[in-house]
């Protein structure tokens, strides 16, 4: 039973550039949330998809975006990077309504901005 | 990989003694509390959690405490072992209806001496 997989697991842009990270839940979940976590920090929530939606959303401005299939894998890009975006972003999966709202995390995709 | 918690507090302890990792949550409306396990490169683990309605919940060596009154939560590590060496954080969060955003404490180190 395959945990939650994010790719890639490293990722150098530029500012001004665009990126799209992936997501890939846990076996039976349907609900995604996106994190960003700079160095030091604690984890700051993004937004949470479940059935396609974006349903919830964090203190981030409208260059996060995302995107949720039908299979409940996920994406997270980010326009117009800028330096600040560098961190560690982590996806977490979970389920609505059902035994297991407790989210669990993926290994993160680390992005530097240059 | 990439430290993580660089400039996090830090609690020292030998290999064998217990440790006890404290945090304060912020929301009193929070019903869900979660620890989470942080290692190098990594992403958070789930340790254990404590619903509102319960004070104490017991793992495999690991204790949570929650104290609703002063909005406290711990978790207690018997028997500290090398490989719990690692940043701990506490998320809390509004887990009714699913709309179940992790709100994460900043995190401690834990470094284990053998």
């Known amino acids: 039973d395959a945990g939650v997989t994010q790719s890639p697991t490293h990722l150098i842009k530029t500012r001004g550039q665009q990126v799209t990270l992936r997501c890939s839940p846990k076996?039976?979940?349907?609900?995604v949330s996106w994190y960003q976590q700079a160095l030091g920090q604690g984890p700051q929530f993004i937004f949470q998809?479940?059935?396609?939606?974006?349903?919830q959303r964090g203190n981030f401005p409208d260059r996060f975006s995302g995107h949720q299939f039908p299979n409940y894998s996920s994406e997270l890009n980010v326009n117009a990077l800028l330096l600040g975006d560098s961190a560690l972003y982590l996806c977490?999966?979970?389920?609505?309504?059902?035994?297991?709202?407790?989210?669990?995390f993926g290994p993160g995709t680390r992005l530097l901005v240059l | 990989g990439e430290s993580v918690g660089l400039h996090l507090p830090t609690l020292s302890v030998q290999e064998g003694d217990n440790s006890i990792i404290n945090c304060a949550y912020s929301?009193?409306?929070?019903?869900?509390f979660i620890w989470y396990k942080q290692e190098s490169g990594k992403g958070p683990q789930f340790i254990i959690d404590?619903?509102?309605?319960?004070d104490k919940r017991q793992g495999q060596r690991v204790t949570v405490l929650l104290n609703k009154t002063v909005k406290h939560l711990s978790l207690q590590i018997a028997a500290t072992q090398p490989g719990d060496s690692a940043v701990y954080f506490c998320?809390?969060?509004?887990?009714?209806?699913?709309?179940?955003?992790?709100?994460f404490g900043a995190g401690t180190r834990l470094a284990v001496h053998p």
């Open positions: 977490a999966s979970s389920t609505t309504g059902g035994k297991e709202e407790t989210q669990y």
């Open positions: 998809y479940y059935e396609e939606e974006e349903r």
């Open positions: 929301n009193s409306a929070s019903d869900y």
């Open positions: 404590i619903r509102s309605n319960m």
């Open positions: 076996s039976g979940h349907d609900t």
């Open positions: 998320a809390e969060t509004a887990a009714s209806g699913g709309y179940n955003k992790l709100i």
